[in-house]
């Protein structure tokens, strides 16, 4: 306890001597009454568990601090509490197992402080490792456990004491493995900064989470990741918006991505090409058309549309970002649907990308600042619905006839249209899924018809599958296939590759990307975000028909790791504490138990039923101490049995003579009750006389 508290050594020392002096004595007092010593354990351990778990808000620090720094903080309450469980833990099994040499292995004490150090490092060092040190304790303990005989008969350790050792040992090496496994890891841990050193690799996503040039290929996650808190930009905008970077377009066997040579020339003339694709203008001219009597073939489709307004207008909104970390670089940072592009002091061509990558002809200067506008559109269901029941082509091509768009309208949306099948096509060529992903593509989207409602099924079933966002994990692989059926953690570039293969393995044209994604715990004092490379963010872009590149992110729905975990992990360790408390305790006190639900049993039986349960229930007990079948034992055997074994001759007398006259003459001659206090003394006596 100097260790962990040599800053209150002194109150540490109190508490320590006088609880783990008294746990001690107590199991020390019931070594020889295992029932009510086990049941004292129990009581004992699980009420300091529940009390601890209820009452640790009230400590200044958390259980982890106290334990990993409790030379800088000390807390009374979480020194008792530890120093309580730890003492029963180890009392109890001394104090039972070892009454013929209990100081040697109270004195084992310290061996416990391993256990300690090891939790720290839990989630660094193998649990199989962490298991062997648990059990090896365990064995300390056990290995000099051995029951206690009368001071004139000679020691012998008999089967039943190494059988009740072993099975101790297992029970509490589980115990004690599942307890290290709940243990959270420590920032504080002893050795972390060699261990990280072990553990740890560079991650090539949030390395590379500046603003510079575009790359050949994106980073696989390999864990323990450290996002620099960096500021890169600043972004003034109505809300927070998923910005994108760049795309990549074939999918490698390491897990990484690639660009695709026929998609990374861009294009300078994109902005009215791109002002004309407003799905919301569309819905708006098509909605007005039918209800003013155009369109009729499509008319009772067109009335289930919901425009944005009633105006065929739609606004983009604007954006402006202001680069802080003095990079000079021809990447522009900008939000989906963005329709137009201002860079101050910059007057020369800005390109785009079918993969809706933007970049400027030149490096556009050092801490550039520029504005974009882009249409901040809500999926219009009923559009999307629409697209999904007639052909798009044929729909545009008679809107066009009949005045309700115009060619250049109607030619946006249908080239944007071939693009992305071409897209598909050609990605699924050189970058095949496997069977597995197509498979479970068709699981997670069975039943639904709409490429929108695919996408949003695979974006939520990253939730509802419990998978878990964790910056720290290492994973053993870097493939999507490792991610979605294994190891089920891991970062944004994970969820985000694991997305774009399924949305594929769906039908659905789909591109990996990767920007950054602005959050409201971003915005600054003045109004604007600031955006650091720790918002360096991966996501799916899928086409949908009647909305156009929807981003779909898997990490939206995942857990955090870290979020409640420490409370489920408490209230795991607590149930799995509880069962196996209960089970053990149903194994030692397993006739206790059975002699229970006898007695309980006996009152809903008749009087005839009752005799003969107690007949039947002394004859196999007397079977047992004679080592006999009881199906060929007559009740003369069983009488006997007992009479010479037990000295119980009145009782085993009583019970045989009402039995063969039930069952010969079919008459009760005494009553039942006293039947069953002949049969419960006969009970007790075999029990102390240890038949």
Known sequence: MYTLCKSAVFPTTCIMTVLSFGIYMLFYVLRNRRVLSFLAFA?????????????????????????????????????????????????????????YLPRPAFLLLPAFIPLLLAAKTSNGLPLGYLIFIASGYALMILGVARPEYPKDTAYVDDRKSRFERLGALGIFGLSVAVMIYAVPRSDETPLGEYLDTVFKRDSTFYAGAGLSNFTNNSGVNHGANEPSENILFYVSANSPKILSRWSFDNYNEDGSWSAHS?????????????????????????????????????????????????????????????????SNTKVVIHPNMTVDINIRGYNKRVYRTPMDEIFTENNFGQNAAYSLNFYDSTPDIGLINLFAEVDMEELLSEAEKEGVVSNEEKEAFLTEREQALEYHEKTMLESPLSSEIIQLASQITEG??????????????????????????????????????????????DFASAAALLMRAANIPTRYSEGFLVKEENMTE??????????????????????????????????VAGENENENRLLSLILLISAIILGTTAVILR??????????????????????????????LACKIAEKEPKTTTCAEVCEIISNSLMLKTEAEEIIDCADELFYNNTITQNSEKLYADYRAIVKMKKKMRK
């Open 43 to 99: 009581a004992c351990l699980l009420a300091s568990i529940l009390f601890f778990s209820m009452f640790s808000g009230i400590s200044s620090v958390s259980p982890v601090t106290f334990l990993f720094r409790a030379s800088e903080v000390y807390d009374s309450f979480m020194a008792a509490a530890f120093i309580s469980i730890f003492s029963f833990i180890i009392g109890f099994p001394t104090a039972y197992f070892s009454a």
């Open 526 to 559: 003045y109004g604007a975000y600031a955006v650091k490379a720790a918002n360096a963010h991966a996501f799916a872009m899928g086409y949908i028909e009647g909305y156009g590149w929807l981003e779909v992110d898997g990490t939206r729905y995942a857990a």
């Open 591 to 620: 006739k206790e138990i059975s002699e229970i639900i006898f007695a309980v049993s006996l009152k809903f039986r008749s009087d005839r039923g009752k005799i003969q349960a107690i007949y039947l229930r002394t004859r196999k």
């Open 262 to 326: 026929d998609y990374s020339t861009g294009l300078s003339s994109w902005r009215d090409y791109k002002k004309i694709l407003s799905t919301d203008v569309l819905s708006s001219k098509l909605y007005k058309a039918a209800a003013n009597g155009y369109l009729t073939e499509y008319a009772p489709l067109l009335s289930r549309l919901t425009p944005v307004s009633k105006s065929i207008y739609y606004l983009p909104e604007t954006m402006n970002i202001y680069v802080s970390d003095n």
């Open 448 to 493: 639904l018809s709409s490429d929108y409602e695919k996408a949003l099924a695979i974006e939520k079933w990253f939730g509802e599958a419990g998978f878990v966002y964790d910056l720290d994990f290492v994973p053993r692989e870097t493939t999507a296939e490792y991610f979605l059926f294994e190891s089920r953690r891991g970062i944004c570039t």
